[in-house]
Every structure is written in structure tokens, then in C-alpha cells.
């Protein structure tokens, strides 16, 4: 073409990086690698080599081996052999190290773009421009992180050998947000790469024997899934890290359940993007091509479906296809190209069989105009109309670049249909309204919320699910807490008590150590603020060291199902200011010291002697005080991201929460649990230790007189064991925190990937010896984080 | 040419429900450079078309006849012959699009540029700051034209878009228009001085309402000049205007694009945001004094491989 028909036509050309210096790179390991292990890398195992192509050309790059359980083994032994002296570091040592690595990435930001695109085929634009400087600014971060760990994480320590397994969209990216944390924190780490984008991972491992990492510090094994199951499992492994698919992420929670490994899930999402009428709609139109027409859709935290204020909708679809007329799909190392290739031949066609079964139920497809490149797995962006929100298009992760649009008519609405997905990642609110924009951040149930933006990331923001989009936070404090502990945790001790749940004696129960008959003193259940008899009609007979003292109802799953229902109900609770929760829990203080010796008594039923009892009560409302005193203080903070941003990390509560109360200190043990719950704005249901259920009577009138909404606090007698399992079940249950016998841990981890909630089990063995710095954190664990970014400017 | 965009009443709810996000448009603006890239030969063309779209400016104090009979020489020779021989565009006629002027130096740039079929630009309106009373900017505008400017530069009255008096705005520029007569008429917002994007949102959208023909960011004089975001706003405007009412206007940039890397970044705004056809010099044009030399300088570069003097090009 002569630059007299290029004036005519005007058009960019092409503009290709050059990409010399990793073909040389690539050249020189033809033959395939083979694992990272004690800063070696091992011989390449031809044996089931997996292969690695260029998704754009279908080039073949250097294979990588097929991780296999010696390799594991051997990995995760490094990582065991070079935690001591790792922690032995100084802070600053770390630092210097984790500084070293920002650095190197910084220097060889061209080189490692450049194959990132070649081996994941993300346009250069975006490896250049946003995966590869991210990355550094993870390293960056975290050195400084690890270089103040002991005046930002006092009382914590390092969890161990970390075992982190991530995936091929952001694969260097990934990575970073894994392993930077990791070592700052005193950790050493075995990393698997996803098997289609092993190639930066590898480049990276190069990079830490440059830099002089200590050997077995960073580990990398490649292979595809049984590789990364044999990891996460390995029972040398005392935290695992991951970030894929909601499916794998169930598979980890149940293999590792019982393991007694801390576990921090990001898995899918189907996040909203909520266009409102009086938003900058031109505006909204870019952050549809930075959102869902990032990375070719392959980022789990996609706006995927768009809501569009009615009045407005026609207008923003007109707008969006003209965008599409302008997305360059094509070659990724084309400096001009906005769209690239689909990681894979596999993704691909899920994509498209995705789009078939739209289409079947319906939906229209709109996708950009142009033919795409002949070779490489190329998919057209666009939207879909058409697609409501029983549709499979609305429910389902496409992870490609198609989003759905739909429109809604109120704020209110808007809010219903955000949140109407399993899946809470993210959201995207677009208004140039404040009060609206922050109304929608406020109630959709989403890690990270994003006003008139989208994707935007940094070390310092705090980045992941709610939901069935996984637990756990990356970045910023909470990301660092992911991989510390607290020091001087203890295992909770074992209930002693052999409860029997046979109906009661009625001849013993009417004695009860009086001369004259007592008046019948049955236990009933508390729900949604009402004593309520057992669904089943039942009761079990409460013993003491003067044999029976009373009977308790004994609840079944429907009691479970009620009580998670009227907990539900009870959502005002949690919105409620902090001020107005401290009232109650400080009004709950006020009238338990009232009941002091009621409560004791119920202690010394159990055969607590009178003085520990009165203790333990007084222990109790000391400690109520002390949490009504936190309801108000601990509701997150802004982070420095980036110039003329807010971003908060705002904490909220759970939702609702499920409880197993201890035995041991069952009083100061269950008015701490559920006292740090309700306090942060959580609604529990709780099953008192079986034995103490007693207890739970005189603890629902204290709720019931101290102005605790119905619903806020639930109490189910019975039998843990059957009570737990359904907690763990139930998809209305955020979290559960479970204080009782750890030979349910396993069945109730096992349980709760349904749902994904946390199963939390505190490492408390003396409530009473509490220190005041864990009674905080107990209460922050009652919190998750809500990252708001919120771009401003005039 | 395209029709001349003959304006309309003014329609406030064109614009009075549009906000524009401060931070979402600069990040759209910080995109176009790293997200379109032009190489070699399409660099080249670019550069050239840059050229082609450059109403080539002096507006000095110290302007005199021969001042601006050399940069009429320049217009017509943007390129040095042998530079542009190489580019393989001997045959072409290439020059600026314009030559602009304050009006007392009209008569001598028509003079000057007389058989190149360059038009003439003046500012006018009492430049830059517009705050003359009305007859005599009007008489301003029909002096410029007299004298055979066949484009006119006029300046707003910030104070009517700053407080929102879109009535008095547009009857401003509707009185102007009509004194240009068959003259153009480009429309000066002083971005610089609205305060923010939604103000030039809606100044852009009455200035096309009362029937400018082009708009443009700035006189050159303020303390921010043409900025990417600001262009992004106006840009949007037009496309918006040219949706509802059917007539294209065109933008002006001017003041502080410097630089051949900058002028192909503003050239790929334009054809991401309104396509190829609006890159075309009757609907987009650079102001410029000083862009012109660097971009000879890189052409020089792309035919001899050599980084080039400014002495060895021609001074505007």
C-alpha cells in the first residue's frame, strides 16, 4: 500500500510488538519444561507432556510436564524445608526480596507482555498497559507490606506452606495476587499455573533464581486438574489459595474439609452492571468495552449482565453497537487490536454452545461486525437481548465477551435484579447521581462494587466474593490476613458431655430436687423472637449433677429451616447503624447484670460451682460491653489506591450466620459468639451446647428484653450433630462458625460447598483468657469486606 | 463540502439532562494514544493528513504583512519538495487547510495565498477574551469577511455558558452566524475557562444549535489548551447533534498539540468516535503554529531513516 492510498483510506495499519526477544526465550526451551522445585527446575517429563499453544495461531509453544504426586510431594517438601529459615528473615530481608521482584517485573515488563499475549492471547494493550504493571504494583505493595508486618499484623504469624493453584485468564496476574501476600507474610509457597498458560508462571521462577529468592521458597508445579487436586489436598499443605471456577471451587472445599487447612476461595461470577437514566451514558458505553469486552470476557468479575434504566435502554443499545463497529478483534500482538483471542479450542466452544442454547430459549444476539481472523480461537464481542432472568444466558457464566442486556424501572428494582444470581463478586453502578449510586452499593450483595467504572484493581483494594463467588479477600489488609494467623491459637476443646436425646423422664423431671412438685420447666426454641415448641414435638431431659433439672425442646431440621427463615426477615438488623446495634447489645449488658445470678444459677444446674458461676456470668457482661463498645468502631477504612479515587473498604456483616456454641464456658462462650455477631450486624442461629440449653432460655429473654429484634438471635436445641449438618446445608446461611465437637468439622465443610460459605472454627480454648486484641478480631471475622471504588472529579 | 449546518432553535432538553463523568472520560482519553497505534508508512500518511487538516496559525502581537505573507509560503509548501517527493506524493497538491489571522492581517494573507485556493481564517469577536460589546464584535465579523476571510474564528461569552444563560449563548452565536454571511463560522468555547465537562457539553450543543459550522476548544490563550477529554465531551456533542438534527458540524482543536505523535492521537480520536469520513479537513481541522515543524521533522525522518534538524526545514 502507497502512502498515496493510505492517505485515501486513513487506515491505523498494522503495528505489531515485536516479539523477538520471547521467540528466543521460547526457542531456548524447546524441549519443554519441567518443574520449579527448590529453585531448580527439574528435567521436562515427556511423558504425558501437556501441550501449550498460542490461541491466536494455534502455534505450538514449549509443552510443559504433567505434574504428578511425586512431584507435589517434592514440591511441597521444599516448601516445608525452607519455611524455617524463611521466617527467620528479617521483615525487612522480605521485603528486600519481595522489592527485588517488583523491580525485575518492572524491567522486563515488555518481555513478560509479550508472553503473556503469546501464551493466554489477551491483546498487548492490556498485558502492557494493565496485567503486567498490576503486577509489579503487587510485588511493590506487598514488599511494604512485609516490611511493617509487625506493627500492621501484631499477634499474627505465618500460616505455612501455601499451596496455590490459579487460572489461565490473568496468569501472571493471578500469581502475584497469590504469591506476594504469601511471602510477605512468612510463608513459602507451591504454586500451580493453569495448564493452558503455564508460560509467564515459568518466566517468573527464572526471575526469583535472578533475584536470588531463597530455594523452595516459590514453587511451581505445572499439570492440569489432578495435578492441582493432588496439591490442594496434600496433607503437608497448611493453607490453600485458589481462583477458578465455582465447580473446582466446591471440588477443593470438600476434599479439603476436616483438613484443618485455612482455605480462600475466588471463584465465578455474574456481575451486574446497572445503568441508570441519569448516568453519562457514553460513559456507560466504555465501561461495557472495560468490562465485559475485557480480556475477551474472561475475567471473572465481568459486568456479564447489563440492567439498563427503561427510558434510556433503546439509546444505550443503539450506542453500544455502534461501539462494537469500532472493537478491532484480531491479532493480540497488534498494538491496535482490542479484542484477541479465546484462551482455547475448549473455552471456545463453550462459549458458543453457551450462545446456541440462548438463542434456542430466545435471545438475540448482537455481536460486533467483521469477519474474524482465519485461524486462532476468535469470538465476535456483543451483547444479548432477549435473555431474562430465568435464562440460561442470565444464569450462567458465559466467560466470554458477550454480555446480556436487560432493562429494569427503579432503583429498587435495580437492586432486586442485581442480586438476583448466586454469584456476588462484583458490580458496576452507573449514576451521576450519589445518593442512587451509593443506595445500589450499599444493597448489592458484591466483594467489590465499582461507580461509573469498572475493573479497576490494585494491590491495595481489597478484591473478592461473596456468595457462591468463593470467601476471602486479595489485597489490602484483609488480602494479608489470608495468609497470617493468629498467634496462641488453641484447639477448642471437646465437648465432654454424653447427651441423651431420648424424650424426657417426666417422674424426674417434676422432682427436680424440690420437696413439692415444681411447676414443668420445658425448654422451648427461640424464633424470630417468640418462644416456639419443636416441630416435632419433642424434648430431651437437661441433667445436672442432682440428675434432671428440666427438659429442653429438641429441634429437627424444619426448626432449622424456620429459624433461617425468620433470621432472613430479620435483615433491618443488619442495616441498622452501628450506634443503634451498640444500644441493644449495650442494653443486653445492663439487663444481664440485673439477671447476674440467674445466669449463674443456670451455670451451677450444670455443676458449676457457685463461684465460677457468678465469674463467668460476670465474665459475660463484661464482655457484652466490650463488643456493644465495637458495634460502632470497626467499619473499615479507605485505601490508597490510585489518585482522585475513594475506595472503601467498607466491612459489613455476613447476613446470617450460623453458630455451634462451645460447652466449655457455655455462657461467656456463647454471649461472645453470638454477642460479636449481632454486634457487627449479623442474624444467628445458634445451637446451644446440648447439654447447656438451659442456658439459651434465660439467653432469649434477655433478647427479648433488651430490644433485640425477632428473628436476630435464634436459639434451636438439640442434637448438634443433626442441627450442624443443616446450618451447613442451607443456602440462606452465609457463614457458620462452629465451636463444637471437631469431629463434625469434616461433614460440615463438606456440606457448606454448596453454598460456599465459610465454616469458620475459632482457635479458642479459654473465653475468659480472651486477649482484648483477639476479641477484635473475632468481632472484624464477623465482617466481610465491600471494596467501593468510587473514581471523582469535577 | 457538506452542507452547512443551518442550526435550529434552541432545544435545552438536547442537553440539559447530560452529565459527563469527569473520570470516565479521562480514562476514555488516556486510552485512545496506548489503544491505536499508527506505524511506518500509515504514520507517514497521518502526518501528511495532519498536514491537510492544519489551519496554520500566527496570532501575535508582533504579526506584520510579511510575517504573514512567509506562513502563507509555508502553507502553500507545507512540505519540503524533496521530502515529499520521497513520500512518493510529488504529484499531489499538498498544503494546509487554512491560514489563520487576526482580522487586520486578513487582506495581507489573501494577498499572499491568492491562486492556492487556501482560505483564509480570521478570529474575530474581540480575540481572545470576547468581551466587547456586541455591535463591535459583529462589526468585526463583517469586517474580517469584507477584507475575504472565508472562515471566521469567533470567541463565546464564557459568562453566559458559566451561568447557564443558554438563551443569551445562542442568540450570541446566531447573531454571528448571520454576520459570517456565506463565510464559516467556527466557534470558540474556551473550554479552559468553562469549568467542567457538562459545561461544555452544553455550550458545544446551543453553539451547534445557533448554526456553528465547526467547534472548537480553545483560543490558544488560555492556561489549558485542547485537552483529549475536553475534545472526547465536544466530539460527543457533535455526534449527538448530528443524530437528531441530520447536519454535521465539524471540531477544532487548537492550542498545545505540538508534537506529530499527538496529532496522530487526535486524528485517532476523531476516527474512533465519528469515523473516517469526519477526519476530513471540512470537518476537522488543527490549530496550530508550531505542530507543523515537528511533523516535518518526523516525515524527513520516515524518508531518510536520519532525526532531523528544525533549520533544515523552511520556518513558518
Known amino acids: 500500500m502507497t502512502i498515496r492510498q493510505i492517505l485515501d483510506s486513513l487506515d491505523y495499519g498494522p503495528s505489531p510488538e515485536s516479539s523477538e526477544a520471547v521467540q528466543a526465550w521460547l526457542d531456548s526451551h524447546r524441549e519443554g519444561f519441567g518443574q520449579f522445585i527448590d529453585g531448580r527446575f527439574t528435567p521436562h517429563e515427556a511423558e504425558g507432556a501437556i501441550p501449550v499453544e498460542n490461541p491466536a495461531t494455534h502455534a505450538a509453544l514449549p509443552s510443559v510436564s504433567a505434574g504428578t504426586a511425586a512431584d507435589v510431594e517434592a514440591a511441597v517438601a521444599a516448601a516445608r524445608a525452607a519455611l524455617p529459615a524463611w521466617q527467620r528473615q528479617t521483615p525487612q530481608t522480605r521485603a528486600r526480596y519481595l522489592y ?143 481462583t477458578g471456577s465455582t465447580e473446582v471451587g466446591r471440588a477443593i472445599r470438600r476434599a479439603t474439609a476436616g483438613q484443618g487447612k ?106 460486533a461486525p ?55 463478586l462484583a458490580a458496576s453502578v452507573w449514576s451521576q447521581n450519589l445518593d442512587v449510586a451509593m443506595d445500589l452499593a450499599a444493597k448489592v450483595r458484591a466483594g467489590v462494587v465499582w461507580i461509573n467504572g469498572t475493573n479497576m484493581f490494585d494491590a491495595a483494594a481489597p478484591f473478592g466474593g461473596m456468595k457462591e463467588s468463593g470467601f476471602g479477600r486479595e489485597g489490602g489488609a484483609a488480602g494479608m490476613r489470608a495468609y497470617l494467623r493468629e498467634s496462641g491459637a488453641e484447639a477448642p476443646p471437646e465437648p465432654q458431655a454424653r447427651v441423651d436425646f431420648a424424650p424426657a423422664p417426666v417422674a424426674e423431671a417434676a422432682r427436680a430436687g424440690n420437696s413439692e412438685p415444681a411447676l414443668d420447666r420445658t425448654l422451648k426454641l427461640y424464633v424470630g423472637g417468640r418462644q416456639v415448641r419443636a416441630d416435632g414435638g419433642g424434648s430431651y431431659a437437661l441433667r445436672g449433677s442432682g440428675g434432671v433439672f428440666g427438659a429442653a425442646a429438641l429441634g429437627n431440621r424444619k426448626d432449622i429451616r424456620n429459624a433461617v427463615e425468620a433470621a432472613v426477615k430479620a435483615q433491618g438488623w443488619s442495616a441498622q447503624a452501628g450506634h443503634n446495634r451498640s444500644q441493644v447489645v449495650w442494653f443486653m449488658a445492663e ?69 455451634v456454641c462451645p460447652e466449655a464456658q457455655p455462657l461467656l462462650g456463647m454471649v461472645t459468639l453470638i454477642g460479636a455477631l449481632i454486634a457487627m450486624g449479623n442474624r444467628v442461629v445458634a445451637v446451644p451446647s446440648p447439654d447447656q440449653a438451659w442456658l439459651a432460655g434465660d439467653f432469649a429473654q434477655l433478647c427479648d428484653s433488651s430490644d433485640v429484634p425477632g428473628g436476630v438471635v435464634n436459639l434451636i436445641s438439640g442434637d448438634p450433630a443433626e442441627l450442624a449438618p443443616v446450618l451447613a446445608l442451607h443456602d440462606e446461611v452465609d457463614a457458620l462458625w462452629h465451636q463444637g465437637a471437631s469431629a463434625l468439622t469434616r461433614r460440615l465443610e463438606e456440606a457448606s460447598a454448596g453454598n460456599l460459605k465459610p465454616v469458620r472454627r475459632h482457635g479458642v480454648a479459654d473465653w475468659a483468657a480472651l486477649p482484648p486484641a483477639r476479641l477484635l478480631r473475632l468481632a472484624e471475622e464477623a465482617q466481610q469486606v465491600k471494596t467501593i471504588w468510587v473514581p471523582y472529579g469535577a | 463540502m457538506n452542507d452547512r449546518n443551518p442550526g435550529m432553535a434552541l432545544a435545552p432538553d438536547w442537553f440539559e439532562a447530560v452529565a459527563v463523568n469527569r473520570s470516565a472520560a479521562e480514562r476514555r482519553a488516556g486510552q485512545i494514544g496506548p489503544r491505536r497505534s499508527v506505524k511506518k508508512d500509515h504514520q507517514a500518511a497521518w502526518l501528511v493528513h495532519a498536514i491537510r487538516c492544519m489551519d496554520l496559525t500566527t496570532l501575535a502581537g508582533d504579526d506584520t504583512a510579511e510575517r504573514v505573507a512567509r506562513l502563507c509560503g509555508k502553507a502553500r509548501q507545507p512540505i519540503r519538495p524533496d521530502i515529499q517527493a520521497a513520500l512518493g506524493l510529488a504529484d499531489e497538491r499538498i498544503t494546509t487547510a487554512a491560514v489563520c489571522v487576526y482580522p487586520t492581517m486578513v487582506a495581507s494573507a489573501v494577498a499572499a495565498l491568492e491562486g492556492s485556493g487556501i482560505p483564509v481564517a480570521s478570529v474575530a469577536t474581540g480575540f481572545p477574551a470576547g468581551l466587547m460589546p456586541l455591535p463591535l464584535r459583529l462589526a468585526e465579523i463583517r469586517y474580517a469577511v469584507d477584507q475575504g476571510a472565508e472562515e471566521i474564528d469567533i470567541v463565546i461569552t464564557r459568562e453566559h455558558a458559566l451561568r447557564g444563560h443558554w438563551s443569551a449563548l445562542y442568540d450570541e452565536v446566531a447573531a454571528m452566524r448571520e454576520a459570517c454571511g456565506a463565510a464559516h463560522l467556527k466557534t470558540i468555547l474556551a473550554t479552559g475557562e468553562l469549568g467542567t465537562l457538562t459545561t461544555v457539553y452544553a455550550a458545544s450543543m446551543v453553539a451547534m444549535q445557533a448554526g456553528a459550522d465547526f467547534i472548537k476548544t480553545s483560543t490558544g490563550k488560555e492556561t489549558e489548551n485542547a485537552t483529549l477529554p475536553v475534545a472526547l465531551v465536544m466530539l460527543r456533542a457533535i455526534r449527538d447533534y448530528g443524530a437528531r438534527s441530520g447536519h454535521t458540524v465539524g ?31 471540512d470537518r476537522f481541522r488543527f490549530g496550530a503554529s508550531s505542530l507543523l515543524a515537528d511533523i516535518e521533522r518526523q516525515l524527513q525522518h520516515h524518508v531518510t531513516g536520519r532525526y532531523s534538524a528544525r533549520s533544515h526545514h523552511p520556518v513558518a
Open chain 1, 100 to 242: 527485588a521482584l517488583a523491580r525485575a517485573v518492572q524491567k522486563r515488563e515488555r518481555f513478560l507482555s509479550v508472553l503473556e499475549t503469546i501464551d493466554n492471547g489477551k491483546p498487548i494493550r492490556e498485558s502492557r498497559d494493565i496485567d503486567i504493571p498490576l503486577v509489579a504494583r503487587h510485588f511493590h505493595y506487598h514488599a511494604g507490606m512485609a516490611a511493617n508486618i509487625e506493627a500492621l499484623f501484631p499477634g499474627h504469624e505465618p500460616v505455612g506452606v501455601c499451596a496455590q493453584v490459579i487460572p489461565w485468564n490473568f496468569p501472571l496476574l493471578m500469581l502475584s495476587w497469590k504469591v506476594a501476600p504469601a511471602l510477605a507474610a512468612g510463608n513459602t509457597v507451591v504454586l500451580k499455573p493453569a495448564e493452558q498458560t503455564p508460560l509467564t508462571a515459568l518466566a517468573f521462577a527464572e526471575i526469583c533464581t535472578e533475584v536470588g529468592l531463597p530455594p523452595g521458597v516459590l514453587n511451581i508445579v505445572t499439570g492440569a486438574g489432578e495435578t492441582g487436586a493432588a496439591l490442594v489436598a496434600h496433607e503437608g499443605v497448611d493453607k490453600v489459595a485458589f
Open chain 1, 262 to 367: 485455612s482455605l480462600t476461595l475466588e471463584l465465578g461470577g455474574k456481575s451486574p452492571f446497572v445503568v441508570f437514566a441519569d448516568a453519562d451514558l457514553e460513559a456507560a458505553v466504555e465501561g461495557v468495552v472495560d468490562g465485559i469486552w475485557f480480556n475477551g470476557g474472561q475475567v471473572c468479575c465481568a459486568g456479564s449482565r447489563l440492567f439498563v434504566q427503561e427510558g434510556i435502554a433503546e439509546r444505550f443499545q443503539e450506542r453500544l453497537k455502534e461501539r462494537l463497529a469500532t472493537l478491532r478483534v484480531g491479532d493480540p500482538l497488534d498494538k491496535s487490536t482490542d479484542i484477541g483471542a479465546i484462551v482455547s479450542a475448549e473455552q471456545h466452544s463453550r462459549i458458543a454452545d453457551l450462545l446456541a442454547t440462548g438463542a434456542a430459549e430466545g435471545a438475540v444476539l448482537h455481536s
Open chain 1, 370 to 424: 467483521g469477519d474474524l481472523p482465519g485461524t486462532g480461537h476468535f469470538h465476535a464481542p456483543g451483547f444479548v437481548t432477549g435473555a431474562h432472568s430465568a435464562s440460561t444466558l442470565q444464569t450462567v457464566e458465559i466467560f466470554g465477551p458477550v454480555a446480556t442486556l436487560t432493562t429494569f424501572r427503579t432503583p429498587a428494582e435495580a437492586a432486586e435484579l442485581a442480586n438476583n444470581t448466586a454469584y456476588g
Open chain 1, 591 to 659: 439487663n444481664m447484670a440485673r439477671r447476674r445470678e440467674t445466669f449463674a444459677h443456670a451455670l451451677t444446674l450444670t455443676g458449676s460451682a457457685e463461684a465460677a458461676a457468678l465469674a463467668e456470668a460476670d465474665a459475660a457482661i463484661d464482655r457484652l460491653t466490650q463488643l456493644a463498645g465495637l458495634a460502632d468502631k470497626l467499619a473499615g477504612a479507605v485505601q490508597s489506591t490510585r489518585a482522585r479515587h475513594v475506595t472503601l473498604a467498607m466491612n459489613e456483616p455476613r447476613g446470617v450466620v450460623g453458630l
Open chain 2, 251 to 281: 471540531f477544532k482543536p487548537a492550542g498545545g498539540i505540538r508534537t506529530a505523535k499527538e496529532a496522530t492521537a487526535w486524528l485517532s480520536l476523531i476516527r474512533e468516535e465519528l469515523g473516517r469520513e469526519a477526519m476530513e479537513p
